[in-house]
């Protein structure tokens, strides 16, 4: 396995490859963790229960809490980011989202994930400041969900449905069409959806395009333009700018600190 690595405040971060069909035996981090998968895919066991890490998965496992992963069919791609004792102090009463285990799947985060990645390539002066800014902002999302969760405002079905609707390969066209398909009049999903996920329908499924791009960037040669159609925009143009709003790159800048050795 090959590493690239780098330390910030209170968290170092390396990024990781494990063969096709290759495991990890039961281990355990001296601190809690942070994990997000760009690429194939592993199942990480733990008391008795399985978690499947695919593209785009974004999970926070505890410090000291034993398990173990086997890696799929293909090589598998990821960034692990560990917190040390100073990055747990420094976030005071928010420290609790590093003591739960969790998972996510969601496009802000995914796009998060994404950005990191490119930060830690860059490999210039600023990308330590991006990265701790960027992390920030990954915990304060994790954050978010959790209190939902705490609180006892789980999502009605409805919405999570329309939600993993959203990631099929070819997602529904309209509000509408999603509408129907989870049972409910769009105004309702509109505002539940709002509600639960902080964003609209719309942007959450832009967000969700510009993650899957930044994933074919990284993987293939495909023209912007190729790209640009099969995630479902207009133009390349129109993907070109959404993709420099959303990451802070350019399609073409995100692609050459992602590939670059």
């Keep these: 396995m090959r590493e690239t690595a780098v330390s910030v405040e209170g968290f170092s971060l390396r990024e990781g490859r494990h063969a096709a069909g290759s495991s990890l035996a039961w281990h355990r981090h001296a601190g809690a963790t942070i994990c997000f998968v760009y690429r194939g895919a592993f199942a990480e066991r733990f008391a008795g229960v399985t978690l499947e890490c695919t593209p785009g998965t974004l999970k926070i496992t505890p410090a000291e809490e034993p398990h173990s992963n086997r890696f799929g069919r293909e090589e598998t791609r990821g960034l692990l980011i560990e917190a040390n004792a100073a990055g747990v102090e420094r976030l005071g009463p928010h ?22 990645l490119a930060e830690l390539r860059a490999g210039d002066s600023a990308a330590p400041l991006a990265i701790e800014g960027i992390l920030l902002e990954v915990l304060a999302g994790a954050a978010r969900a959790r209190e939902l969760r705490m609180r006892g405002t789980v999502p009605p079905r409805w919405v999570t449905e329309a939600r993993d609707l959203l990631h099929e390969p070819e997602p529904v066209g309209s509000l509408g069409e999603l509408a129907d398909a989870v049972g409910v009049h769009p105004v309702t999903l509109a505002r539940g959806f709002r509600k639960a996920y902080g964003c609209s329908v719309g942007a959450y499924l832009r967000r969700l395009r510009i993650a899957r791009a930044a994933q074919r960037l990284t993987e293939t040669d495909d023209s912007l333009a190729e790209i640009a159609l099969e995630a479902g925009f207009a133009d390349q143009s129109h993907f070109s700018n959404l993709f420099r709003r959303e990451t802070g790159l350019s399609p073409s800048a995100f692609r050459r600190s992602v590939t670059h050795k």
């Design 95 to 116: 420290a609790h989202i590093l003591e739960e285990r969790a998972s996510f799947r969601d496009a802000h985060l995914s796009l998060l994930g994404w950005r990191l």
